[in-house]
């Protein structure tokens, strides 16, 4: 039951032009993942149709070791929710993106 024992995740994020997933889908998503232990470390943005298209990501378990096999994927006393709090100079980017338009 649960979430499987992950040690590193790689997805690809597919969100332009589908109404059901917008930036709002993608900061649970994350939020999702980072319960889990997960952490970012490494995004790249599609060269060819940019970043409403599709990003991806890769997450790492803040445990992980290459001896390891065997991860614990539930929330540790310490995951905090943190607000998303934009730059005054890039809130209308960041609004871009949680409405899913790009213009």
């Known amino acids: 039951a649960g979430w499987p024992s992950v040690g590193q995740l790689l997805l690809e994020a597919h969100i332009d032009g589908i109404k059901e997933y917008d930036g709002k ?12 232990n997960l952490r970012l470390f ?12 599709c990003i991806e990501y890769s997450f ?7 001896e390891v ?3 614990d994927m539930h ?5 905090q929710e943190l607000p998303l709090k934009p730059a005054a100079m890039w809130r209308h980017m960041v609004e871009q993106y949680l ?3 790009e213009s």
Not at 25 to 36: C, G, I, K, P, T
Not at 42 to 53: D, I, K, L, S, Y
Not at 75 to 79: K, N, R
Request: charged letters at 25%; proline letters at 2%; one cysteine or more.
């Open 69 to 71: 096999k065997d991860y």
């Open 25 to 36: 889908s993608m900061d649970q998503l994350f939020r999702n993942v980072e319960r889990a």
């Open 42 to 53: 490494h995004h790249e943005v599609n060269w060819e149709f940019g970043a409403t298209c």
């Open 75 to 79: 929330s540790t006393s310490t995951y």
């Open 60 to 66: 790492i378990h803040k445990n992980w070791r290459p």
């Open 99 to 101: 409405s899913g338009r």
